[in-house]
C-alpha cells in the first residue's frame, strides 16, 4: 500500500528561525514528490515538484531536497516569517496509467513573533 | 488569472439531507478532480474527469455519491443521503491536462458539517 508519513506533527519556532520538515514515503512506481502549503481555510497551494533525476528544487525561501535510494524528502524554510503559518504536505505520485498522488497528513507549521 | 472557484465556502445539513457542491476550473483546464479531506488528514480523491469522461471514481461511495461534469467545464458533487462520517472539506482542483508532473491548483473549498 503506498504511503507518505511526514514528521514532524507540528511544530513551532520563532520568527526569523530556520526549520526543516521531513517527509518518508513508499509509492511505487515513483513518479513525482510534490509539497505543497495550505493556509487555514484554504486549498493546498503548490510549492515545488521535482522528479525522480532531481534532488533539489527552490521557491523563495522554500527549498526542498530529494533522495530517491531512501525515499525521503525534506522541505526547509530559511527566516520564516509569520506568514508561513500554515500546514505543508507532502505529496508523491505515482504512475501506472494514470497518475495517482498519495498525500501525507501534513506538518501544522506555526511561527510566533 | 482566475483561480478554482468553489461554492458554497460553507455548509450545515442533517444526516440523510442531500447537499451539491460546485467547482468551475481554470479556463482552459481539461482535468478536474474532488478531493475529501476530513480534519486533520490529507486530501483524499472522489473523482477524476478529464474533459466530461471520468478518468478515475474508484474511491467514490457510490451508493451516496454523484458528481457530473456536464459540458466539460463546471463540475457538481451531490451527497444524499449525507452521513456523519461525511462532515469534511470538499477540494476541487484542476489541472491544464493531468500530466504526469502537472501543478494542481486547488479551490479553497467547501466546508461540510452534517449534523
Same mark, same amino acid.
Given at each position: 500500500?503506498?504511503?507518505?508519513?511526514? %514528521?514532524?506533527?507540528?511544530?513551532?519556532?520563532?520568527?526569523?528561525?530556520?526549520?526543516?520538515?521531513?517527509?518518508?514515503?513508499?509509492? %511505487?512506481? +515513483?513518479?513525482?514528490?510534490?509539497? @505543497?502549503?495550505?493556509?487555514?481555510?484554504?486549498?493546498?497551494?503548490?510549492?515545488?515538484?521535482?522528479? +525522480? %533525476?532531481?534532488?533539489?528544487? %527552490?521557491?523563495?525561501? @522554500?527549498?526542498?531536497?530529494?533522495?530517491?535510494?531512501?525515499?525521503?524528502?525534506?522541505?526547509?524554510?530559511?527566516?520564516?516569517?509569520?506568514?508561513?503559518?500554515?500546514?505543508?504536505?507532502?505529496?508523491?505520485?505515482?504512475? +501506472?496509467?494514470?497518475?495517482?498522488?498519495? +498525500?501525507?497528513?501534513?506538518?501544522?507549521?506555526?511561527?510566533?513573533? | 488569472?482566475?483561480?478554482?472557484?468553489?461554492?458554497? !465556502?460553507?455548509?450545515?445539513?442533517?444526516? !440523510? =439531507?442531500?447537499?451539491? /457542491?460546485?467547482?468551475?476550473?481554470?479556463?482552459?483546464?481539461?482535468?478536474?478532480?474532488?478531493?475529501? #479531506?476530513?480534519?486533520? #488528514?490529507?486530501? *483524499?480523491?472522489?473523482? #477524476? /474527469? =478529464?474533459?466530461?469522461?471520468?478518468?478515475?471514481?474508484? #474511491?467514490?461511495?457510490?451508493? !451516496?455519491?454523484?458528481?457530473? !461534469?456536464? *459540458?466539460?467545464?463546471?463540475?457538481?458533487?451531490?451527497?444524499?443521503?449525507? *452521513?456523519?462520517?461525511?462532515?469534511?472539506?470538499?477540494?476541487?482542483?484542476?489541472?491544464? &491536462?493531468?500530466?504526469?508532473?502537472? *501543478? &494542481?491548483?486547488?479551490?479553497?473549498?467547501?466546508? &461540510?458539517?452534517?449534523?
Amino acid at each position: 500500500k503506498n504511503q507518505v508519513e511526514q %514528521s514532524p506533527q507540528s511544530l513551532i519556532i520563532l520568527e526569523g528561525k530556520n526549520c526543516t520538515l521531513q517527509c518518508n514515503y513508499t509509492v %511505487s512506481p +515513483f513518479s513525482n514528490l510534490r509539497w @505543497y502549503k495550505q493556509d487555514t481555510g484554504r486549498g493546498p497551494v503548490s510549492l515545488t515538484i521535482m522528479t +525522480f %533525476s532531481e534532488n533539489t528544487k %527552490s521557491n523563495g525561501r @522554500y527549498t526542498a531536497t530529494l533522495d530517491a535510494d531512501t525515499k525521503q524528502s525534506s522541505l526547509h524554510i530559511t527566516a520564516s516569517q509569520l506568514s508561513d503559518s500554515a500546514s505543508y504536505i507532502c505529496v508523491v505520485g505515482s504512475n +501506472f496509467g494514470n497518475e495517482k498522488l498519495t +498525500f501525507g497528513t501534513g506538518t501544522r507549521l506555526t511561527i510566533i513573533p | 488569472e482566475a483561480g478554482v472557484a468553489q461554492s458554497p !465556502r460553507y455548509k450545515i445539513i442533517e444526516k !440523510r =439531507q442531500s447537499v451539491a /457542491f460546485w467547482c468551475n476550473p481554470i479556463s482552459g483546464h481539461a482535468t478536474l478532480y474532488w478531493y475529501q #479531506q476530513i480534519l486533520g #488528514q490529507g486530501p *483524499k480523491l472522489l473523482i #477524476q /474527469f =478529464q474533459n466530461n469522461g471520468v478518468v478515475d471514481d474508484s #474511491q467514490l461511495p457510490k451508493d !451516496r455519491f454523484s458528481a457530473e !461534469r456536464l *459540458k466539460g467545464v463546471d463540475s457538481t458533487l451531490k451527497i444524499q443521503p449525507a *452521513k456523519l462520517e461525511d462532515s469534511a472539506v470538499y477540494l476541487c482542483a484542476s489541472s491544464s &491536462l493531468g500530466a504526469s508532473n502537472e *501543478k &494542481l491548483f486547488f479551490g479553497s473549498g467547501t466546508q &461540510l458539517s452534517v449534523l
